[in-house]
């Protein structure tokens, strides 16, 4: 009689979980199924363990335990990674991750070749300014990232005289390779995927809303470049 309570009592159990699997979001929905499994084991551990199956309970109730703690840990190396775009100019590298806004590249070229921006001092950083005097893309570039991590930057750069000088050209067309990168896509993106990368970023980093003119051109070119081979 006991035995037939407790199964009741189980099949009671599974349906309001049910009931409440309906009334939740399909991303809840997922991660309740992931952790029902669990549940369920957990549940009809404590009821072996309420009829007097105190052996058989216990051992449910560690193997819930066990299975609880598996599936949170493949849930977290599952996580994908943060989606990232790349531009590049002649002499520099940088990488923004689309989650945090976050900026941050190398140095490709010039006395501070190879080194990593966010490894370098503010002083040296004006170093690099004043190297590419003659590189307006790369300098643009360094401003952007100047901006983020220094905001009175500028003034340093006022004291010692400013340091602006002629600068050269642009570097030309961007290439579909080049495009995909500062979206962030992978080759071979619908024309979808291409608006969708666009928009998001273009959220984070449009002048009006705290971006930079230089960056959203960029981001702006390469939706041109890919959409007109959609066409």
């Known amino acids: 009689m006991s035995a037939a309570l407790g199964l009741l009592a189980a099949v009671l159990v599974a349906g309001g979980l049910l009931v409440a699997f309906a009334r939740v979001n ?3 929905l997922a991660n309740a199924l992931r952790l029902s499994g669990p549940l369920i084991l957990g549940l009809a551990g404590v009821i072996f363990l309420v009829i007097g199956r105190a052996g058989l309970g216990g051992m449910l109730l560690s193997g819930a335990a066990g ?3 598996f599936v949170r840990k493949r849930a977290r190396v599952s996580m994908p990674a943060g989606q990232r775009s790349t531009v ?6 940088m990488e923004l991750d689309h989650d945090t806004g976050g900026l941050d590249g190398f140095v490709l070229a010039g006395s501070h070749e190879q080194k990593l921006l966010s490894a370098m001092a503010l002083k040296q950083l004006l170093e690099l300014y004043a190297e590419l005097s003659g590189d307006s893309e790369s300098r643009q570039l360094l401003e952007t990232y ?6 009175a930057w ?4 006022k004291a010692n005289g400013g340091n602006r000088q002629g600068v050269a050209p642009g570097s030309g067309a961007m290439t579909k390779e080049e495009a995909y990168k500062v979206l ?3 080759t071979g993106a619908t024309t979808a995927d291409i608006r969708k990368a666009h928009r998001r970023l273009m959220q984070r980093l449009h002048p009006d809303l705290g971006g930079t003119s230089f960056l959203a051109a960029r981001i702006n070119e390469a939706k041109d470049v890919l959409l007109s081979s959609h066409g």
């Not at 100047?146 to 905001?151: A, Q, Y």
């Not at 500028?154 to 750069?157: D, L, M, T």
Request: charge should be negative; avoid cysteine; charged fraction near 30%.
């Open 26 to 28: 399909a991303a809840s």
């Open 67 to 69: 299975l609880y703690s």
């Open 88 to 93: 590049r100019t002649a002499a520099l590298e």
């Open 146 to 151: 100047l901006d983020g991590r220094f905001p």
């Open 154 to 157: 500028r003034e340093n750069v």
């Open 184 to 186: 962030g896509l992978e």
